[in-house]
């Protein structure tokens, strides 16, 4: 069976600091691949997008990034964190082709003080 | 593009009362659609989908689903609720090929 794990589950970080969020997927090959961002109290935001290894389609400017260096590895990045950046991250992966359900990993609480 | 609209930001329900969550969506065909919940500090998980065929849909938990094209909804309900099922509660809508819209969520607050 497929299993999505995120790491890590909570996390504080002083602002200007650099972010590595990390997004596995097991038990499929070649998944699509998305971030989103959670903030208190509002809707998922879809944030990168990926269809396969080093594709990215970034959704919103922002100051994040997102890399896919192996076809089951996705990686949420930032050089230098703002608050704004503090939330609820979420990991989804779907199968690739068409309109699909989305299974989300268990998300990395963010918060940047 | 498609859009989805979730009116009720906030439901509460006495344990055992009937639940109806509503969902209206913006698209130009057919969508495929979905419920997810979302249990507090978790990730969504999929409750039930729309792709085609019965437009009424059974899900997990004993929740269902009813797609009616001439009003673009898709409503989830449950005949009784249970203090469990608390949580968040999304409708999203994907066209044939793309990317899936989210609603905004409906926190579901369950009375004892």
């Known amino acids: 069976s497929q299993t999505i794990h995120q790491w890590p589950a909570t996390l504080v970080q002083p602002v200007g600091s650099p972010l590595s969020l990390e997004c596995t997927v097991e038990?499929?090959?070649?998944?699509?691949l998305y971030w989103y961002r959670q903030a208190a109290g509002r809707g998922l935001q879809l944030l990168f997008y990926?269809?396969?290894?080093?594709?990215i389609s970034s959704e919103v400017p922002q100051n994040l990034s997102a890399s896919r260096p192996q076809d089951r590895q996705f990686i949420l990045s930032s050089k230098k964190l703002l608050l704004s950046d503090s939330g609820f991250y979420l990991c989804?992966?779907?199968?690739?082709?068409?309109?699909?359900?989305?299974?989300f990993g268990p998300g990395t609480r963010l918060l940047v003080l | 593009a498609q859009s989805v609209t979730q009116p009720d930001i906030h439901i509460t329900v006495s344990e055992g009362a009937s639940l109806e969550l509503r969902c209206n969506y913006s698209?130009?065909?057919?969508?495929?659609l979905f419920w997810y919940v979302q249990s507090p500090g978790q990730g969504l998980q999929l409750l039930l989908k729309?792709?085609?065929?019965?437009?009424l849909v059974q899900g997990i938990k004993g929740f269902e689903a009813e797609f009616k094209r001439s009003q673009s909804s898709f409503n989830l309900r449950k005949p009784s609720v249970h203090w469990s099922d608390a949580a968040e509660y999304f409708c999203?809508?994907?066209?044939?090929?793309?990317?899936?819209?989210f609603g905004d969520g409906t926190t579901l607050t369950v009375k004892p």
């Open positions: 999203a809508v994907a066209p044939n090929a793309g990317k899936s819209t």
């Open positions: 698209y130009g065909a057919t969508p495929y």
């Open positions: 038990g499929t090959s070649n998944p699509n």
């Open positions: 989804a992966w779907s199968v690739t082709g068409g309109a699909k359900t989305q299974y």
């Open positions: 729309y792709f085609s065929g019965d437009t």
């Open positions: 990926s269809v396969g290894i080093g594709q």
